[in-house]
């Protein structure tokens, strides 16, 4: 069979959505998805077109790009969620003003988690990087531009919270554990 055979077979299928929900675990009462959104980003996954999950379900494209588009949306709600969770029980946490300079960073970071008996294993240099990078543009260059709340979990897990604006009211949240800047 050559390959048009079988992408053509492929379109032709009947697509058991019931089944690869099931075989997944999705639960539609404990996810943040509707179960359309859970349908249609499961095919997509699995490499299917938005035009095919549209006949598949009975609806348009432009619907399953809208489905989508919005289940893309709430799991990175549901994500930010997780991080914020985190966040509030993380035993060490280090308000880093503005105007501060990232080399000083690592000594804040330090001297709390020595406070709290809390092991950071990630050098200066390394902190530093991974405070950078998930602080986006609040760090420009050596420089703090906006307020930053840094935590380390009881495991070593960086987290960077900054402020939107002025208040700290609207946090963005980014998470970087142990393994995302250890070499093996």
């Known amino acids: 069979m050559d390959s048009h055979s079988s992408a053509e ?4 299928e009947e697509l058991d959505v019931d089944a690869i929900l099931a075989e997944i675990g999705f639960n539609p009462d404990v996810s943040v998805l ?3 959104q859970a349908e249609v980003l499961t095919l997509r996954e699995r490499g299917y077109q938005q035009s095919r999950i549209a006949a598949a379900l009975g609806t348009s494209r432009a619907n399953v790009s809208s489905v989508e588009s919005s289940a893309r949306e709430n799991v990175d709600k549901a994500r930010n969620t997780v991080a914020f969770a985190e966040a509030l029980t993380a035993p060490v946490q280090i308000s880093i003003a503005a105007g501060t ?3 000083d960073v690592p000594k804040k970071v330090y001297d709390a988690c020595d406070a709290e008996g809390v092991k950071v294993t990630r050098t200066a240099p390394e902190l530093m990087k991974a405070v950078a990078d998930a602080a986006g543009d609040a760090v420009r260059g050596r420089e703090v531009k906006q307020w930053l709340l840094v935590g380390v979990t009881s495991d070593g897990t960086i987290q960077v919270r900054r402020s939107g604006g002025r208040e700290h009211n609207h946090l963005k949240m980014n ?3 142990e393994s995302d800047t250890t070499s093996s």
């Not at 077979?9 to 032709?12: K, L, Q, R």
Request: charged share 30%; aromatic share 16%.
């Open 101 to 103: 300079d990232l080399y």
């Open 9 to 12: 077979e492929t379109n032709t």
């Open 175 to 177: 998470t970087y554990h």
């Open 34 to 36: 509707t179960r359309r």
